[in-house]
């Protein structure tokens, strides 16, 4: 049996939903995760996806929402974007496991005899690999809490090898070392004035036609659950009715951590795992920083707005991480900031002007394949030429380069090999060691590598004046090197390179006092492009410098020209005031 930190069994908390889908079990488990660590536990938390895909590199922004990276190059769900800002932790390879990664590592182990001639079947083969995924990271010692969300819906097709996995890890760890959390909804029927509290019957009964009992039930409501309701949940749920807990809609996901903390689900979990000394820990000294974020969220100075250009933004999800950079950034300046979606495709050097004007900042979003670069190059020179704060992220970087090379250096033609093979001048090429490469799925540059800082440069300034960073990536084009010097000579500032591999990481353009011996160019108050994700280093502890600096000076932009706008923050409910201040006062 595995041993955490404090030489005690890892305890293993799982995480189900039911009734219908997107009901929150990321940020449920997000949320537990950080109450947790409040008490003095050190806390990871995994997902299991259920679908076939080896990882969700290949997968369409549309079909699934952002893909988000990891220090070691893991390609994940969006939901470990998540777990990362609200518990501050690192992720790995380990925290997302997919169905076809299950199966790949069965069938490599059959192929390579591990199985001694025996027939691989789903029970034990499949589910062994399963609990074997479940139990990696409880292995390493660094965890006194293990929280693992099981993608789907209880009586998926899909999700039954996870829910089978789980029931018989239960027996093998012990009661007292595992916990199982189910998310349902309680509906509200407007046309009776009742909550239902059938569905959530239903889907625990069919957790428990699987072996499985919920400890604890999350309902996620619209309205109150009265207190016989609860008492009926409990009843025909066989949980008890403390452990039934309200999950009401939140004005913020990041509200859900009090609202929960209201309702004292940590303090269930912790009695169910029979970690009893956490208890006497008062968490309101841990979460203190937190609610003095959740106030400069919902309670800014002013209010920038920015434009997000890329070819997915009708999809919520697509550019998860970059809203909530946004969202974070703006929070620890006292700045609301208001993304407003700019679908790339329609951009043509006739409506830029019309279809950005009003904005204090313009990012331009990273993306894959030729369609709507065009309109991404015309919002990188209308942010250019206009001197209104630029960032640009991987792709977002190298349209910039390519609209550099164009309207400054000259360079007729200049494209990415990416999307025009025979560019007569190909300032963004692929790698050479991926020019033989045919398939898509995980040949990329994945993962953090090293970028060093030019000293004095905007980005070093930004870092806070050290001297080099690790930044996570996600990209096969890169900086022509063969061409940099073009480049240089127009004055384009290359203010951060990898070292080891003398690639280019961050471009920029030298400030107009800058004053720093470049070649005779264009200067702008803030452009920076960036090769890397600074997104999927933001956290609510610490919003990603880059996008502090952005938003500052998106705000200071529109404070010049008169572009600042009145806060539209929600009003704040007497539920969410009562929570945050229970969780300052007693804990």
Partial sequence: MPAG?????????????GVTSSLGKGIVSASLGRLLEA????????????????????????????????????????????????????????????????????????????????TVQVVPHVIDEIKGWMRRLAETGDYDVIITEIGGTAGDI?????????????????????????LTLVPYLAAAGELKTKPTQHSVKTLQSYGLQPDVLVARTEHPLPDD???????????????????????????????????????????????????????????????AF?????????????????????????????????LLAGAHRGVQVEVRSVLSDDLTDENVAERLDGVSGVLVAPGFGDRGVDGKIEAVRWAR??????????????????????????????????FEPDAPFPVISMMAEQKTVTDKGGTMRLGAYTCALAPGSLAAEAYGGTETVRERHRHRYEVNNDLRYRLREGGLVFSGMNPDRDLVEIIELPRPAQGDGQAEGPTHPWFVG????????????????????????????????????????PSRTRRVRRATARVLSDG
């Fill in 5 to 17: 930190p404090a030489d005690r069994p890892v305890k293993f908390l799982f995480v189900t939903g």
């Fill in 39 to 118: 008490r003095g536990l050190q806390v990871t938390i995994q997902k299991f996806d259920p679908y076939i895909n080896v990882d969700a590199g290949t997968m369409n922004p549309y079909e699934h929402g952002e893909v988000y990276v990891t220090d070691d190059g893991a390609e994940t769900d969006l939901d470990l974007g998540h777990y990362e800002r609200y518990l501050g932790v690192p992720m790995s390879q380990a925290n997302n496991v997919t169905t076809g990664r299950v199966y790949s590592g069965v069938i490599a182990k059959e192929r390579a005899g591990a199985y001694l001639g025996k």
């Fill in 158 to 182: 899909e999700s039954l090898p996870y829910l089978e996995a789980i029931r018989q890890l239960v027996l093998e760890e012990g009661r007292a070392n595992t916990a199982l959390v189910h």
């Fill in 229 to 291: 309701v609860r008492r009926k949940i409990g009843l025909f749920c066989n949980v008890e009715p403390e452990a039934v807990i309200e999950s009401l809609d939140a004005e913020s996901i990041y509200e859900v951590p009090l609202l929960l903390r209201e309702q004292r689900l940590d303090e269930v979990v912790l009695r169910r795992l029979q970690l009893a000394a956490p208890l006497d820990v008062d968490p309101g000294p841990d979460l203190e920083n937190w609610v």
């Fill in 294 to 326: 959740l106030r400069g969220l919902k309670s800014p100075d002013e209010k920038v707005t920015v434009a997000l250009v890329g070819k997915y933004v009708e999809h919520q999800d697509a550019y998860k991480s970059i809203s909530e950079s946004f």
């Fill in 385 to 418: 030429e206009g001197g209104v704060p630029f960032l640009g992220i991987c792709l977002g970087m190298q349209v910039a380069t390519i609209e550099f090379a164009r309207n400054v250096c000259g360079l007729e033609g200049a494209h990415s090999t990416e």
């Fill in 530 to 569: 960036v090769q890397f994700h600074p997104e999927y280093r933001t956290t609510v502890r610490a919003p990603h410098p880059l996008f502090a600096s952005f938003v500052g000076a998106a705000a200071d932009y529109a404070r010049a020209a008169g572009q600042l706008g009145e806060p539209q923050a």
